[in-house]
Every structure is written in structure tokens, then in C-alpha cells.
């Protein structure tokens, strides 16, 4: 795919700007097709595309969790690893004022606020991952350790199986 094939949104320009290398991905966006519709048109394992969540916790203080595709948070566990009493998804308004992007092209690269960062710890076993590039229809192909360096994304264990 030629460079100029693909958006150059702030996920972009944050990655250019920290010079992490990436691989741009287009697949036909679907409302509600999450993971499993990204896993089927690029033809990778839902496990490799990572999922940006934006959720708060009790005092309303925003975070993002970056977790595989096939899993699920568990707002319970997240909560006790965070020594918080509560953590839940924010609603899609807040979501996207705190990022700038829209809900299905959420990406945790460029926020338009610079949110702390958790990342589901098996999520760096894996070689390269898929993730939002801000725009819906639109992943980037990264090495995990980017999330470390770029976003300094604290490691956590939080999944359980859909």
C-alpha cells in the first residue's frame, strides 16, 4: 500500500512524530462489527487486534485500556489492580471529547488528551498488534513495545473470555 493511500490523522502524526514504525491497514468499517469484523477483513487473529477503551473511575478520571480483541475487561479486577472501588466504561460523548476521535476510530496514539494507559500484559507476547489508527476503517500494524515507550502503558491483568 502506497503511503499516501491512507489517512493522516493525529494517531499518525503521533506515531511519525516518536518514529515508530507502522504498517497502515483500510478495511470496509461496519457499525457494530468490533474485533471480529476487523479480524475477518484483514484476515488476522482477533487475538492480534487490540481494542481502545476509554473508561473512568469512581472520582470520574479517564483512562484508556488497551485490550485483545477476543477478551474482556473485567471492570472488577481492573478496579482492585488500580486500588480503586469501581471502574466502568465512559459513555460515547465523553469518550470522544477526551480523545478526539470518534467511538469505532478511537485510537490511544495522539489523544486530544493525554490520558494514562493500560495495556492487558499478554498483549506484549504477541510480535506485531493491530490497532486504531483514528479513523474508523483505519489500523495501524505495530510492535507492542510501542505502547511502552510511546504512552508508557502500564501492564495489567484484567481479561477473561467473551
Given at each position: 500500500m502506497a503511503k499516501e493511500e491512507y489517512p493522516i490523522t493525529q494517531a499518525v502524526r503521533f506515531l511519525r512524530e516518536k518514529k515508530i514504525d507502522f504498517t497502515a491497514h483500510l478495511y470496509p468499517f461496519a457499525d457494530h462489527g468490533g474485533t471480529h469484523h476487523v479480524s475477518e477483513s484483514l484476515h488476522i487473529p482477533e487475538h492480534c487486534v487490540i481494542k481502545t477503551?476509554?473508561?473512568?473511575?469512581?472520582?470520574?478520571?479517564?483512562?484508556?485500556?488497551?485490550?485483545?480483541?477476543?477478551?474482556?475487561?473485567?471492570?472488577?479486577?481492573?478496579?482492585?489492580?488500580?486500588?480503586?472501588?469501581?471502574?466502568?466504561p465512559c459513555d460515547m460523548k465523553d469518550a470522544q471529547r477526551y480523545t478526539g476521535y470518534l467511538v469505532g476510530g478511537i485510537s490511544p496514539f495522539g489523544t486530544r488528551t493525554r490520558l494514562p494507559v493500560?495495556?492487558?500484559?499478554?498483549?506484549?507476547?504477541?510480535?506485531?498488534?493491530?490497532?486504531?489508527?483514528?479513523?474508523?476503517?483505519?489500523?495501524?500494524?505495530i510492535d507492542p513495545v510501542a505502547l511502552e515507550t510511546t504512552l508508557n502503558a502500564r501492564k495489567i491483568h484484567a481479561a477473561i473470555k467473551e
Open positions: 477503551l476509554v473508561m473512568e473511575q469512581e472520582n470520574h478520571e479517564a483512562f484508556i485500556v488497551l485490550m485483545h480483541g477476543d477478551r474482556e475487561v473485567s471492570t472488577k479486577q481492573l478496579a482492585r489492580e488500580l486500588n480503586v472501588k469501581r471502574v466502568e493500560y495495556a492487558e500484559a499478554s498483549i506484549f507476547d504477541l510480535e506485531r498488534i493491530f490497532i486504531n489508527g483514528g479513523k474508523r476503517g483505519f489500523m495501524v500494524e
